[in-house]
């Protein structure tokens, strides 16, 4: 029996420096697979459209990356709870009967990216403090929660941002101003940041880590660069870092196994190959 030939991609406004067809392509040759994951350049006026247009295509599915993530929500027939309570998704699932199942496996992602690069990891080592209020602080700060955290100190620019976020969350996540950034640091066992600030194109965080525990793990959401300002500052100075690529590769194998019916490793090729893209 000749195997069916699986379809998936990524849909984004801009999309052409994801990694996810070099992680996906690389897993289908892998598992000897027939299928192709591909890139969806849809601007955000025709996201509808493009979600419609999985069920014709007979797509297995796809990612949906900035700035879809919210909208595409709507659009689904299923939403997994936890995308729901992410107010996210950023995987797509058709079923066999067409149905669109909405999944948001960020969070997943990034926290297996802390396990792997630090196997004793723990939620509820010491406070947490994540820079940002967006979509994956919501997937960021959920995640932490949900393995344990008791204190998460949310600082935005715009700090109304970021108190909706702590009412919505409950006591364990606190609001703290921009201005309180360097104080937030103190005493925390992890630092995140999910802003833009530091990718490639965008102005350097600025963020001074004086009273940032040599014990803590500083993560950044960012992968292009794959060591930002922040990261390079944090290893100087001794702490341990983690960069948005472990992020990205483990959010793509739960989308991949849903997809292509195989769950995939993180294997040191594909991490070659992914190096070679920089």
């Known amino acids: 029996m000749a195997h069916k030939y699986v379809m998936a991609g990524v849909m984004g406004w801009p999309v052409t420096h994801s990694?996810?067809?070099?992680?996906?392509n690389h897993w289908i040759r892998q598992h000897g697979l027939q299928g192709a994951y591909g890139l969806f350049p849809v601007q955000p006026d025709r996201i509808e459209d493009a979600i419609r247009g999985l069920r014709a295509l007979g797509m297995a599915g796809c990612n949906v990356t900035i700035p879809h993530k919210v909208n595409a929500m709507k659009m689904m027939d299923v939403v997994d709870p936890l995308a729901r309570?992410?107010?996210a998704i950023n995987t797509i699932v058709v079923t066999p009967e067409g149905a669109l199942h909405g999944f948001n496996n960020d969070g997943f992602g990034y926290i297996q990216s802390l396990?792997?690069?630090k196997p004793d990891w723990r939620a509820d080592a010491g406070p947490a403090t994540v820079?940002?209020?967006g979509g994956a602080a919501r997937a960021v700060v959920l995640s932490l929660l949900d393995q344990g955290?008791?204190?998460?100190?949310?600082?935005n620019r715009t700090k109304s941002k970021a108190q909706a976020l702590c009412d919505e969350f409950g006591a364990g996540v606190q609001a703290f101003d921009w201005s309180e950034r360097h104080e937030a640091l103190n005493g925390i066992a992890l630092l995140v940041n999910t802003t833009n600030q530091g990718m490639h194109g965008e102005p350097e965080l600025e963020l001074q880590l004086n009273q940032l525990p040599l014990t803590a793990l500083v993560s950044d959401a960012i992968y292009i660069p794959l060591e930002t300002a922040l990261l390079r500052h944090a290893r100087l100075r001794g702490n341990a870092t983690v960069n948005g690529l472990g992020m990205l590769l483990n959010q793509a194998r739960p989308a991949f196994q849903a997809w292509f019916g195989v769950m995939p490793d993180i294997t040191p090729a594909l991490h070659q190959a992914i190096m070679a893209t920089f």
């Open 131 to 133: 820079l940002g209020a």
């Open 115 to 117: 396990r792997d690069a």
């Open 149 to 155: 955290a008791t204190e998460i100190r949310l600082v």
């Open 19 to 24: 990694r996810s067809p070099i992680i996906h």
């Open 85 to 87: 309570r992410m107010g």
